[in-house]
């Protein structure tokens, strides 16, 4: 259990406590703001494994019981925020693994895109697929330059749920979807930009952590439960879609990664990753 102990009289440089709840996902919660920056720390790349996803997934569930004021999502990782799903899990997967996998995927979305504090996603470096789906599950997105961002599906055979749509729906115009999504864009941080994937542009990562804490700073005066009772009324349909239709959701997942044409893609891609240093 994550404990806010909010000493005001904290030096700023010192204020922030670490609180590791698991090597995987590490906690620090500013005793003054009481504002939680959560790294993923799951080298080299912040693969989500069912281990990884169940970590961030208890870590938020901490921070809603400790009634945290603002969330600032991070890496470890010098040049990547997240590449997604764990790639190794998905290629001739073991069945219950791969099901374990995207119970575990459906309810950390479900626990961040309907948190009910600010939200913010850190970009120090790459945010691919699964972990572009938890950048825009947050309230607000800063990023590095010379990092890329998107969902690349349509391009590794597979196709995006209803609720990851949603995601999406709600931070780009229309168009920008069926472009983005079709065509399993990825795209540079001032592309994202300019289409609004990404909302400022940080030169650091300890600047993409300042631009979050000034963004979260403008919800001070906002009540809490003023704002998560808003924050349900505009997300809280896609996420009851989800929730009554979980078990179809899951073996539409499981179906599309067990076709033989996306098993054979995964391969191939695997080894491209590897022979990337050759
Ligand atoms: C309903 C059915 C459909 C369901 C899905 C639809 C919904 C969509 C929503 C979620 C999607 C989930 C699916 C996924 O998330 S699948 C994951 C897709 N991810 C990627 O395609 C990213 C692949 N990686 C990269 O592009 C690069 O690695 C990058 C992140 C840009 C970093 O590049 P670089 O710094 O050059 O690092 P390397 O490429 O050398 O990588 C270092 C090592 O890490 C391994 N690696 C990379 N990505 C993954 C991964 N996702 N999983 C496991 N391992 C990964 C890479 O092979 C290197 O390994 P090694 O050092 O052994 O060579």
Same mark, same amino acid.
């Given at each position: 259990m994550i404990s806010f102990l909010m000493r005001r009289t904290i030096p700023r440089c010192r204020a922030y406590s670490s609180q590791t709840t698991s090597e995987l996902t590490k906690v620090e919660v500013n005793e003054k703001t009481g504002v939680a920056v959560v790294t993923l720390n799951r080298p080299p790349v912040n693969g989500l494994n069912v281990?990884?996803? %169940?970590?961030? @997934?208890k870590v938020i569930g901490d921070? @809603?019981?400790n009634k945290c004021k603002g969330l600032i999502l =991070?890496? =470890? =990782?010098?040049?990547? /925020?997240?590449?997604?799903?764990?790639? +190794? @899990?998905?290629?001739? #997967?073991d069945q219950e693994k791969l099901k374990s996998l995207w119970t575990a995927f459906q309810d950390l979305w479900i626990k961040l895109y309907?948190? =009910? /504090? #600010? +939200? +913010?996603?850190a970009l120090n470096g790459h945010a691919i697929a699964g972990g572009c789906?938890?950048?825009l599950s947050c309230d607000y997105r800063v990023m590095v330059p010379n990092s890329s961002i998107g969902l690349n599906e349509t391009e590794l055979g597979i196709? #995006?749920?209803?609720?990851?749509?949603?995601?999406m729906q709600n931070v780009l115009s229309k168009r920008s979807v069926e472009l983005a999504l079709l065509q399993g864009r990825i795209y540079k941080t001032n592309q994202a930009l300019e289409i609004g994937l990404i909302d400022e542009i940080a030169n650091d990562k300890d600047e993409t952590i300042k631009k979050c804490e000034e963004f979260i700073a403008k919800y001070s005066r906002v009540q809490s439960l003023a704002f998560s009772l808003t924050k %349900?009324?505009? %997300?809280?349909?896609?996420?009851?879609?989800? +929730?009554?239709?979980?078990?179809?959701?899951?073996?539409f997942f499981v179906d599309s990664i067990n076709n033989p044409s996306v098993q054979k893609f995964l391969e191939k891609y695997l080894q491209s990753l590897k022979s990337k240093k050759n």
């Open positions: 281990a990884a996803l %169940r970590s961030l @997934e921070l @809603e019981t =991070s890496s =470890s =990782s010098k040049n990547i /925020f997240c590449a997604g799903l764990d790639l +190794t @899990e998905i290629y001739k #997967p309907g948190a =009910s /504090f #600010p +939200t +913010t996603a789906v938890l950048a196709s #995006p749920t209803a609720w990851i749509i949603a995601s %349900r009324e505009l %997300r809280g349909k896609a996420i009851s879609e989800l +929730t009554s239709n979980r078990q179809g959701d899951l073996q």
